[in-house]
């Protein structure tokens, strides 16, 4: 196996042997949604429990976590942002990443996952997918924190026009009980709202939102599905987490992107340590990669 070089976005295609890329049309076409399940999404604004990793590949990624949540790890200067805890509440924790992809292999190579881009693509639009940048999400067991209601659009402004898409990847079995992903269905005809403090109170979004959202956060979707699993959504839909109060950890992986054609929307830098793109230009490099463009070998 060749000697990879320190800071992985120099690569911009597999550089494990994780997966395999399909060759042919057939290779590709087991990894294709449904149009049931591309309309489900158009129309609630997600779609879960769609299955992206083996058994093997959670267990090589749990295996790279502990490198990443290692402070002292020699790597850490690639990443965009680091919080052992973000969480507002001292009795709680929720320990929150950006930028692990440039670190480990496996945290590399899953933004390249055939099931995840042909997916992505489906869901963009049949639009060329773009990386634009992962995050980790970990509550340990018995006192992880929340996610507050929000909207992942409303903290990313700063790319225009809104063509992105979030996928959230569990390596933990997820449930009610350790704080699994919860859905606002339909929540992203809304508009877009402000932003709340992310890892703050729950309901922090209701000072943006009037009485009948309101009255509809308290009736979330729980996104409870086994590990490996990951479930998608738009930009604008409504979506948290609530308390680990299990016996269990709840860790897992998000990985965002938009479609090839997104804008810069502001001169200064985007990501922390990565340079500005000028605003107006097209949001692309080896830190926002192609990770497929829908173009099939038959």
């Given amino acids: 196996m060749m000697k990879l070089k320190r800071d992985l976005a120099d690569y911009s295609k597999l550089c494990s042997k994780m997966f395999k890329w399909p060759e042919n049309k057939k290779d590709w076409a087991k990894y294709r949604l449904s149009q049931e399940q591309v309309n489900f999404f158009q129309e609630n604004g997600y779609l879960a429990n769609i299955k992206l990793l083996e058994e093997e590949q959670v267990e090589q990624l749990r295996e790279e976590l502990l490198v990443v949540m290692d402070a002292k790890h020699p790597k850490h200067d690639l990443l965009y942002e ?9 009795d709680r924790v929720i320990f929150h990443s950006l930028g692990h992809w440039r670190m480990t292999p496996g945290f590399h190579d899953i933004l390249w996952n055939p099931a995840y881009v042909m997916a992505a693509y489906q869901l963009l639009g049949n639009k060329g997918v773009r990386f634009w940048h992962d995050q980790l999400f970990c509550k340990p067991a018995k006192h992880g ?29 997820a449930s009610q009980e350790n704080g699994c992903l919860q859905y606002i269905p339909g929540s ?14 729950m309901k922090g979004l209701t000072q943006f939102i009037n009485d009948e959202q309101a009255k509809a956060l308290e009736n979330p979707i729980p996104v409870e599905m086994p590990k490996g699993y990951g479930s998608f959504h738009h930009p604008l839909l409504v979506h948290g987490s609530f308390e680990n109060n299990s016996d269990r950890p709840r860790r897992a992986f998000v990985i965002n992107v938009f479609a090839d054609g997104t804008l810069s929307n502001t001169n200064e830098a985007i990501l922390v340590g990565v340079p500005p793109i000028e605003n107006g ?9 192609m990770l497929f463009n829908g173009k099939i070998e038959s």
Avoid: C, I
């Fill in 82 to 90: 680091f919080h052992s805890n973000e969480s507002e509440d001292p």
């Fill in 145 to 173: 924190g929340v996610v507050a209601w929000h909207q992942d659009y409303s903290y990313w402004t700063r790319t225009s026009p809104m063509q992105h898409l979030t996928t959230w990847v569990g390596l933990d079995d």
């Fill in 188 to 201: 992203q005809k809304w508009g877009l709202l402000d932003k709340p403090s992310l890892t703050g109170e």
């Fill in 281 to 289: 230009k097209k949001m692309e490099g080896k830190f926002f990669p």
